[in-house]
């Protein structure tokens, strides 16, 4: 039988195989943490729709089908974000509307963007997506995508 007692190398061996197969696990089964998770319920996605909708039918131009007015638009997002209890919106509920291009990036011209509402940080959230153009030449042309997040 060996008298020899455990080193500080096997004990950093053992730590380091254990830490590493703890990180494993949680990197390969993330669902894991997906009970601690808030679910969308009804009223958010029936909110993210209707706010969606009310952004496009505000904005919308008469002659063209899906085409809004950037500066319509705009005003639409703002007035929404500075009344949003008077449009029905309650005071616990947090949204966000964005228009992205078909690269991802946000809509912006003359330095103003096309985004308001709170800070959406990749939370669980209903989301409803609208597909518009925008009447302002250069800005959208092959479409871009209005995204609304409620949370």
């Known amino acids: 039988m060996s ?3 455990q ?6 061996l053992g730590i380091t195989i254990f830490l590493v197969s703890i990180i494993l696990v949680f990197g390969y089964f993330p669902n894991v943490f997906m009970p601690f998770e808030e679910e969308v319920g009804n009223d958010e996605s029936v909110m993210a729709e209707n706010i969606a909708a009310e952004l496009v039918e505000n904005s919308s131009v008469a002659e063209a089908e899906r085409t809004v007015e950037f500066a319509a638009l705009n005003r639409s997002m703002d007035s929404l974000a500075n009344d949003a209890t008077q449009v029905g919106i309650p005071d616990w509920l947090r949204w966000n509307a964005t228009v992205r291009n078909g690269t991802g990036m946000v809509v912006e011209s003359a330095s103003e963007r096309l985004q308001n509402g709170s800070v959406w940080r990749d939370k669980t959230a209903a989301t409803t997506i609208r597909f518009v153009r925008i009447e302002q030449p250069g800005v959208c042309d092959d479409g871009c995508r209005l995204i609304v997040r409620v949370w």
């Open 3 to 5: 008298e020899r007692a």
């Open 7 to 12: 080193t500080v190398n096997d004990y950093l």
